[in-house]
């Protein structure tokens, strides 16, 4: 085929693609409630967690060195946990979750791709941020083990696990927004952002989504489980 005409094909795909990519995200925006507030979205769960945290905080006493290791330990499993959740219920539609994967997979990931990952509206953050409920929610669950802790005379573990996974997800919100910001941003200029978004836009390539980083915070699971993508591996 002359390189004319390939060229003229590849073009062609590339501009139906922009073409179904800005319908997809149409529709999106267009089904945004009219009440919608992005900062009450961002700030709200955000609000609640760092009060989380500052309680549980409260809680501590005469906090010992082996104590300490449950932070870690709590923050590596929270990031297996996200690497988990990201590849087998946000790209497989695994009833009765598939609604996870329905806003993620076909939405997200078909508006916002490697090229083009900035939200261009405020109003799109409704397409990045977890709903507020459902921070909420995984606040909810994390909150039976540190009672449970506590009745076992571990006040202090206790309170070090809340604060770690309220953390973590609080971080897992923050950073997935920043990705989303234009890069010439405040937020995009933050030091180590740049290179944490180059890790998440990579998987928003549509060819390599389904494979290849899965972690949105720090890629230490990625590392782990060998899913790092490097450009040999393509």
Same mark, same amino acid.
């Given at each position: 085929?002359?390189?004319?005409?390939?060229?003229?094909?590849?073009d062609?795909?590339?501009?139906?693609?922009?073409?179904?990519?800005?319908r997809?995200r149409?529709? %999106?925006?267009?089904?945004?409630?009219?009440?919608?507030?992005?900062?009450?979205?961002? /700030? !709200?769960?955000?609000?609640?967690?760092?009060?989380?945290?500052?309680?549980?905080a409260m809680q501590? *006493?005469?906090?010992?060195?082996y104590?300490?290791l449950?932070v870690?330990?709590?923050?590596?499993?929270?990031?297996a946990?996200?690497w988990?959740?990201h590849?087998?219920?946000?790209?497989?539609?695994?009833p009765p979750?598939?609604? /996870?994967?329905?806003r993620?997979t076909?939405?997200?990931? +078909?508006? !916002?791709?490697?090229?083009?990952?900035?939200?261009?509206?405020?109003?799109?953050?409704?397409?990045?941020?977890?709903? !507020?409920?459902?921070?909420?929610?995984?606040?909810?669950?994390?909150?039976?083990? %540190?009672?449970?802790?506590?009745?076992?005379?571990? *006040?202090?573990?206790?309170?070090l696990?809340?604060?770690?996974?309220?953390?973590?997800? /609080?971080?897992?919100?923050?950073?997935h927004l920043?990705?989303?910001?234009?890069?010439?941003? !405040?937020?995009?200029?933050?030091?180590?952002?740049?290179?944490?978004?180059?890790?998440?836009?990579?998987?928003?390539?549509?060819?390599? +989504?389904?494979k290849?980083?899965f972690?949105?915070?720090?890629?230490?699971?990625?590392?782990?489980?060998?899913?790092?993508?490097?450009?040999?591996?393509?």
């Amino acid at each position: 085929m002359p390189d004319l005409a390939r060229t003229a094909l590849v073009d062609h795909g590339v501009n139906l693609h922009e073409d179904m990519r800005n319908r997809v995200r149409e529709k %999106a925006n267009a089904e945004i409630p009219s009440w919608y507030s992005p900062l009450l979205h961002l /700030l !709200f769960p955000s609000t609640v967690g760092i009060a989380c945290i500052v309680l549980a905080a409260m809680q501590l *006493r005469d906090v010992k060195p082996y104590e300490l290791l449950i932070v870690p330990l709590v923050y590596l499993i929270s990031n297996a946990a996200e690497w988990r959740a990201h590849k087998y219920l946000l790209h497989k539609r695994t009833p009765p979750l598939q609604v /996870l994967y329905d806003r993620h997979t076909p939405q997200h990931h +078909m508006i !916002f791709v490697t090229h083009d990952m900035s939200i261009r509206d405020r109003r799109e953050w409704r397409l990045v941020l977890i709903p !507020f409920y459902g921070v909420l929610t995984i606040l909810a669950v994390t909150v039976p083990g %540190a009672i449970l802790l506590a009745l076992a005379g571990e *006040r202090n573990l206790g309170a070090l696990f809340v604060m770690t996974t309220t953390f973590y997800v /609080l971080s897992y919100e923050w950073l997935h927004l920043a990705y989303h910001m234009p890069l010439d941003s !405040f937020v995009g200029k933050f030091p180590g952002i740049a290179t944490l978004r180059k890790h998440h836009a990579t998987h928003h390539d549509p060819e390599l +989504m389904q494979k290849w980083n899965f972690n949105v915070t720090v890629p230490i699971w990625d590392w782990v489980r060998g899913t790092t993508y490097k450009e040999r591996a393509r």
